[in-house]
């Protein structure tokens, strides 16, 4: 097991792609803090599943777009397990609206969930990695938008386009402390936040036959990736993000 006796962070964590990384942490043996906003019963029902793995979990609520409630989840963290070694800056939504009717919520919405949560829940848990030592992980889940346009979507590529400079510079300034940030970008994959094209036949057909692959990714195959990155076979990247998509970016300009 990889990741024996790490302590993760998984925000968002209680369903879709988060979810996914919560169990495949834990298989590879690592203790689980799931941070969730709704659904505690689903927080519980994983955090049991995390149990029956051998593992130790707690479920926080903390909505991660608050920077006092970011300090109480990596404080929870601390004061269950003693540190923190990876921090899975996951938490995510998007409103699907063009730059010219997003309104001012929407948009601060979208940015604060998305990008605002994963600067400062970097800057939390590099702040804890560095003051118990020995380095740790930071995985920032972006997406393929944060390189590729998605028109009808601009605030959701913005805060993934931001994602993507927070990587790479947290990546630099934090080296020297032998924190690795790396993000993982991911294609379509079938979770809730893709339920209106995934429940439209006519839209779904369309998004597969764009993507080389053929389908969506399986929430699984995002997690596996981001297990390896959490592990020690990953141990000299940093500072930039792994694509997981399909082969859609080489592919399909304009979806
Ligand atoms: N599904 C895809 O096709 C896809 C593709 C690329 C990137 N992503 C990214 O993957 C991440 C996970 O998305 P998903 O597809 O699993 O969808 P999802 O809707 O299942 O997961 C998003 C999670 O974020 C949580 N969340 C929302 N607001 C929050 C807040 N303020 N504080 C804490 N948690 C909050 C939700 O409750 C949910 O658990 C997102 O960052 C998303 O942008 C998804």
Same mark, same amino acid.
């Given at each position: 097991?990889?990741?024996?006796?790490?302590?993760?962070?998984?925000?968002?964590?209680?369903?879709?792609?988060?979810?996914?990384?919560?169990?495949?942490?834990?298989?590879?043996?690592?203790?689980?803090?799931?941070?969730?906003?709704?659904?505690?019963?689903?927080?519980?029902?994983?955090?049991?599943?995390?149990?029956?793995?051998?593992?130790?979990?707690?479920?926080?609520?903390?909505?991660?777009?608050?920077?006092?409630?970011?300090?109480?989840?990596?404080?929870?963290?601390?004061?269950?397990?003693?540190?923190? $070694?990876?921090?899975?800056?996951?938490?995510?939504?998007?409103?699907?609206?063009? !730059?010219?009717?997003?309104?001012?919520?929407?948009?601060?919405?979208?940015?604060?969930?998305?990008?605002?949560?994963?600067?400062?829940?970097?800057?939390?848990?590099?702040?804890?990695?560095?003051?118990?030592?020995?380095?740790?992980?930071?995985?920032?889940?972006?997406?393929?938008?944060?390189?590729? +346009?998605?028109?009808?979507?601009?605030?959701?590529?913005?805060?993934?386009?931001?994602?993507?400079?927070?990587?790479?510079?947290?990546?630099?300034?934090?080296?020297?402390?032998?924190?690795?940030?790396?993000? !993982?970008? +991911?294609?379509?994959?079938?979770? +809730?936040?893709?339920?209106?094209?995934?429940? $439209?036949?006519?839209?779904?057909?369309?998004?597969?036959?764009?993507? +080389?692959?053929?389908?969506?990714?399986?929430?699984?195959?995002?997690?596996?990736?981001?297990?390896?990155?959490?592990?020690?076979?990953?141990?000299?990247?940093?500072?930039?993000?792994?694509?997981?998509?399909?082969?859609?970016?080489?592919?399909?300009?304009?979806?």
């Amino acid at each position: 097991m990889n990741l024996k006796g790490k302590v993760a962070i998984v925000t968002g964590g209680n369903s879709g792609i988060g979810m996914a990384i919560v169990l495949e942490l834990a298989r590879q043996g690592a203790n689980i803090v799931i941070d969730y906003v709704v659904h505690p019963e689903a927080t519980e029902e994983l955090a049991s599943q995390v149990r029956a793995l051998g593992d130790r979990c707690i479920g926080v609520k903390a909505d991660v777009s608050q920077v006092a409630e970011l300090q109480n989840l990596v404080a929870a963290a601390v004061k269950e397990f003693g540190r923190v $070694d990876i921090m899975v800056n996951n938490a995510g939504v998007e409103t699907r609206t063009s !730059v010219l009717d997003t309104t001012e919520v929407q948009y601060e919405k979208v940015m604060n969930i998305n990008l605002k949560s994963a600067f400062f829940g970097t800057q939390l848990a590099a702040q804890q990695m560095i003051q118990q030592g020995g380095g740790g992980r930071i995985i920032n889940i972006s997406s393929v938008h944060e390189d590729w +346009p998605m028109p009808g979507n601009t605030a959701y590529c913005l805060s993934k386009g931001g994602m993507r400079m927070l990587t790479r510079t947290a990546g630099l300034e934090l080296a020297p402390h032998n924190i690795l940030v790396v993000g !993982v970008g +991911p294609g379509a994959v079938a979770t +809730p936040i893709n339920a209106g094209t995934m429940n $439209d036949p006519e839209l779904l057909k369309k998004l597969n036959s764009a993507i +080389p692959l053929g389908r969506m990714a399986k929430p699984e195959e995002i997690a596996s990736l981001v297990a390896f990155l959490a592990g020690d076979g990953a141990s000299y990247m940093t500072a930039t993000t792994i694509f997981a998509d399909g082969g859609i970016m080489q592919s399909s300009p304009g979806l």
